[in-house]
C-alpha cells in the first residue's frame, strides 16, 4: 500500500480534527492548531491510514516517527500493520513517539511482547483541577494567593479582558516587546516559541483559539495575555502564556482569570509540559496537579 504524506495546510484543519476529536486523550500535542503551529521549527506531515489519521515527523538523527493513528480500534490495528511495513519497506527502523498509556496497551494487546515504550518525563503534560485553578484554595496554594492580592494591591485598576479582533494588535506589540526584554533571538528554542506566539496571535480567528489578556487601565498598557482551547470535552489546554516578569503577581493573575473566565465548562486545565526546565518544572509543580500525562517512545523490542 502506498502512503502519501501531506504537509499540514490551514485548509486540512477540518479533515484532521474529524479524526483527532475521537481520541479521549489529553496530551496537548496532538490538536490541530499546535501541530499547525508548530510544523515549521518540528516539520510533521500527514497521512490517512486504513481510515485514520497518522502524523510523521524527524527524529534528532533525521530518521523517521509516527505518532498512534487517529481512529476507531479496528482501523488502527490495520493502520498499524500497514505502517509498520512501511517502515520495514523503508529499510527503517520503527519509532512511534508521543505514545500514552491507554495506547500503548492496546499495542501489547494486539503484538504482545513485541513494542517497548520509554517515557519522557520532560514531555509529561501538567493537568489541573479547574476549580482549584480558579479559586486557589487551600494552604499548598496559599502563596499564589498571596501573589494575586499582591498584584491587586499595587495595580488597583487593572481589567481583564478577552482578545478579540480589536485588541489583538495590542497583544502583538506587547509580545515584541516580551520578545525584546527575553532575548529570544539569542537562543534558538526561545526565537521558535516566539515565533509561534506571534503566529497564534495572527491566526487566533482561523485556529479557534480563545485568548485573555490583562491590561492596567490608568495606563492602557497589556501587561500580561495567554491563549488557549478545548482539548477534549473534559479538558481545556493552555498553550501560550506572557507577562512582564517586573510586574509581581501577574502571571498568577493572568493565569487564574482566564481559566475563571475561560475554562469553567471543563473539569481539568493541562498547562502542557516543562521542557525540562528546572524553573519551569517548580512553577508547574507549585500549582499541585492533580496528574500528569506521562508520554513516550515506542520502538520495537531487540
Given at each position: 500500500?502506498?502512503?502519501?504524506?501531506?504537509?499540514?495546510?490551514?485548509?486540512?484543519?477540518?479533515?484532521?480534527?474529524?479524526?483527532?476529536?475521537?481520541?479521549?486523550?489529553?496530551?496537548?500535542?496532538?490538536?490541530?492548531?499546535?501541530?499547525?503551529?508548530?510544523?515549521?521549527?518540528?516539520?510533521?506531515?500527514?497521512?490517512?491510514?486504513?481510515?485514520?489519521?497518522?502524523?510523521?515527523?524527524?527524529?534528532?538523527?533525521?530518521?523517521?516517527?509516527?505518532?498512534?493513528?487517529?481512529?476507531?480500534?479496528?482501523?488502527?490495528?490495520?493502520?498499524?500493520?500497514?505502517?509498520?511495513?512501511?517502515?520495514?519497506?523503508?529499510?527503517?527502523?520503527?519509532?512511534?513517539?508521543?505514545?500514552?498509556?491507554?495506547?500503548?496497551?492496546?499495542?501489547?494487546?494486539?503484538?504482545?511482547?513485541?513494542?517497548?515504550?520509554?517515557?519522557?518525563?520532560?514531555?509529561?503534560?501538567?493537568?489541573?483541577?479547574?476549580?482549584?485553578?480558579?479559586?486557589?484554595?487551600?494552604?499548598?496554594?496559599?502563596?499564589?494567593?498571596?501573589?494575586?492580592?499582591?498584584?491587586?494591591?499595587?495595580?488597583?485598576?487593572?481589567?481583564?479582558?478577552?482578545?478579540?479582533?480589536?485588541?489583538?494588535?495590542?497583544?502583538?506589540?506587547?509580545?515584541?516587546?516580551?520578545?525584546?526584554?527575553?532575548?529570544?533571538?539569542?537562543?534558538?528554542?526561545?526565537?521558535?516559541?516566539?515565533?509561534?506566539?506571534?503566529?497564534?496571535?495572527?491566526?487566533?480567528?482561523?485556529?479557534?483559539?480563545?485568548?485573555?489578556?490583562?491590561?492596567?487601565?490608568?495606563?492602557?498598557?497589556?501587561?500580561?495575555?495567554?491563549?488557549?482551547?478545548?482539548?477534549?470535552?473534559?479538558?481545556?489546554?493552555?498553550?501560550?502564556?506572557?507577562?512582564?516578569?517586573?510586574?509581581?503577581?501577574?502571571?498568577?493573575?493572568?493565569?487564574?482569570?482566564?481559566?475563571?473566565h475561560e475554562a469553567q465548562d471543563y473539569q481539568y486545565v493541562n498547562r502542557e509540559e516543562d521542557t525540562g526546565a528546572e524553573g519551569l518544572r517548580k512553577a508547574k509543580l507549585?500549582?499541585?496537579?492533580?496528574?500528569?500525562?506521562?508520554?513516550?517512545?515506542?520502538?520495537?523490542?531487540?
Amino acid at each position: 500500500m502506498d502512503i502519501e504524506f501531506k504537509k499540514i495546510g490551514l485548509e486540512d484543519r477540518e479533515l484532521i480534527e474529524s479524526y483527532l476529536n475521537r481520541k479521549t486523550y489529553r496530551s496537548c500535542e496532538l490538536i490541530f492548531p499546535n501541530i499547525y503551529l508548530w510544523s515549521r521549527k518540528y516539520p510533521t506531515d500527514f497521512a490517512v491510514v486504513e481510515d485514520t489519521l497518522v502524523f510523521r515527523g524527524t527524529m534528532d538523527d533525521g530518521e523517521p516517527s509516527i505518532t498512534f493513528p487517529a481512529g476507531e480500534p479496528e482501523q488502527i490495528h490495520k493502520a498499524m500493520d500497514v505502517m509498520m511495513n512501511w517502515f520495514l519497506k523503508q529499510q527503517k527502523e520503527f519509532h512511534m513517539h508521543l505514545v500514552q498509556e491507554q495506547e500503548f496497551e492496546l499495542l501489547e494487546q494486539w503484538y504482545p511482547g513485541k513494542f517497548q515504550i520509554e517515557y519522557d518525563r520532560d514531555s509529561a503534560d501538567y493537568v489541573y483541577e479547574t476549580e482549584k485553578l480558579t479559586t486557589l484554595a487551600g494552604k499548598k496554594l496559599h502563596g499564589k494567593r498571596n501573589h494575586i492580592n499582591k498584584f491587586k494591591e499595587n495595580y488597583p485598576d487593572w481589567v481583564y479582558e478577552p482578545i478579540t479582533g480589536e485588541n489583538v494588535e495590542e497583544c502583538f506589540q506587547m509580545a515584541l516587546k516580551w520578545r525584546e526584554e527575553a532575548e529570544c533571538d539569542q537562543d534558538e528554542e526561545k526565537r521558535a516559541e516566539m515565533c509561534v506566539t506571534l503566529n497564534a496571535l495572527r491566526l487566533l480567528e482561523e485556529l479557534h483559539l480563545k485568548g485573555g489578556l490583562l491590561r492596567t487601565e490608568q495606563e492602557g498598557e497589556i501587561i500580561a495575555f495567554t491563549i488557549g482551547e478545548p482539548l477534549n470535552p473534559d479538558t481545556f489546554v493552555v498553550h501560550i502564556e506572557k507577562a512582564f516578569a517586573e510586574i509581581q503577581g501577574a502571571y498568577p493573575m493572568i493565569n487564574q482569570q482566564f481559566v475563571a473566565h475561560e475554562a469553567q465548562d471543563y473539569q481539568y486545565v493541562n498547562r502542557e509540559e516543562d521542557t525540562g526546565a528546572e524553573g519551569l518544572r517548580k512553577a508547574k509543580l507549585s500549582y499541585r496537579p492533580v496528574f500528569l500525562v506521562e508520554k513516550g517512545m515506542v520502538t520495537y523490542c531487540e
